[in-house]
């Protein structure tokens, strides 16, 4: 089992910038595939950002040049680092930690960008 934790989500102010941590509970990143996905209200969830076990990233077209996903192996975090935050960025964040059929998601954690 592998339980994520998120956190670094609020109330931003168009063009602001917020970074969203996600704590595993053990050492997964050389195993699983990490991604951010999102959930507007209405909406179906989307893959925001994702990082492979190696270390290549990808982007939905929206997010590309103002997101940022990372991590820090030895303690286990991943992180999103979001600038130019816009309206339509708003929702809830979760992280997923996905091997095959394996799947593990966080709580997720709200992201409101207004002004």
């Known amino acids: 089992q592998v339980q994520l934790v998120e956190s670094g989500g609020g109330l931003v102010q168009p063009g602001g910038s917020l970074r969203l941590s996600c704590a595993a509970s053990?050492?997964?990143?050389?195993?699983?595939?990490m991604g951010w996905y999102r959930q507007a209200p209405g909406k179906q969830r989307e893959l925001v950002a994702s990082i492979s076990t190696g270390g290549s990233t990808n982007y939905v077209e929206s997010v590309k040049g103002r997101f940022t996903i990372s991590r820090a192996n030895a303690e286990n975090i991943l992180y999103l680092q979001m600038n130019s935050l816009k309206p339509e960025d708003t929702a809830v964040y979760y992280c997923?930690?996905?091997?095959?059929?394996?799947?593990?998601w966080g709580q997720g954690t709200q992201v409101t960008v207004s002004s």
């Open positions: 053990r050492s997964i990143f050389s195993i699983y595939v």
């Open positions: 997923n930690a996905g091997l095959g059929p394996r799947n593990y």
